[in-house]
């Protein structure tokens, strides 16, 4: 689990650019499926797309906030949900304890690597109608594994960007590691030091397994800092999250 509801991403960076757009939509996957997303594009896109990638409760409100922040800065930023299969196409109707294990756990299982490119598919399409072809897929912990697992060639992105997303096997389904042979965009992985949920042995292995592949990466590790230090409340590593937002924009910059 990653951000509580009432998280929002800290703001670094005065805006470039005003919002042309920032909407709820509703999309239909490749598979037909209707599922859930919020785009924002600036007045003038000057910069790649972003294809914002959620944790694993899915859409909201701290990554519309980072849609809007990214497209401030002149980078068309769309998020999809995760779960129109098993929850339906609008978030809103969620009761609030969705986002809790229990509840949570049925439809995350319900997830599929077929499923989630089919709607990473359709969420891509979207975003390169409102801006440039080239897009960078930027994930957060689920979504940061997601991201990760989106630098197949299949995906045409030019980059991908992970904040501790959990990159070895899981229940014997293979991660990033496991299918790093397959991945080929540049990678940029931002790990907190002492995550808890991440050992630095799969920090280490995944690097290696790129490495090994030829996958261009770098990997960013800030000693002492938590799973979800890139949030506005953890003051504490403000410092980190700077950084951590900096490169990100340098990635972007670079993947353009």
């Known amino acids: 689990m990653c951000y509580d509801p009432d998280a929002a991403p800290p703001a670094f960076s005065p805006a470039r650019w005003a919002l042309a757009e920032a909407t709820d939509l509703t999309l239909t996957s490749t598979d037909g499926t209707e599922f859930a997303a919020f785009l924002a594009h600036p007045e003038v896109a000057t910069g790649v797309g972003v294809l914002v990638l959620p944790d694993n409760k899915g859409l909201s409100a701290f990554y519309r906030h980072t849609a809007a922040r990214l497209a401030e800065q002149g980078h068309p930023a769309l998020v999809p949900d995760y779960y129109g299969r098993t929850a339906g196409a609008d978030p809103e109707n969620r009761p609030p304890e969705f986002g809790e294990l229990p509840n949570l756990l049925p439809h995350l299982l319900a997830l599929t690597p077929e499923t989630l490119d089919a709607d990473l598919t359709a969420a891509l399409a979207r975003l390169r109608t409102v801006g440039p072809a080239e897009v960078v897929a930027l994930g957060f912990c689920f979504g940061g594994r997601q991201a990760f697992r989106a630098a197949a060639p299949r995906f045409g992105l030019a980059g991908a960007v992970g904040f501790y997303g ?60 938590p799973h979800n230090f890139f949030e506005l409340s953890a ?22």
Do not use: K, M, N
């Open 235 to 256: 003051v504490e590593h403000a410092t980190s999250a700077r950084d951590a937002w900096d490169r990100l924009l340098a990635f972007l910059a670079a993947a353009g």
């Open 166 to 225: 959990y990159p070895d096997a899981i229940d014997g389904a293979p991660g990033p590691t496991q299918l790093a042979a397959g991945l080929t965009a540049p990678i940029l992985a931002l790990w907190g030091g002492s995550d808890a949920h991440i050992p630095p042995a799969a920090v280490e292995a995944f690097d290696a397994a790129l490495t090994a592949a030829g996958c261009p990466h770098e990997f960013v590790t800030y000693p002492g800092a």
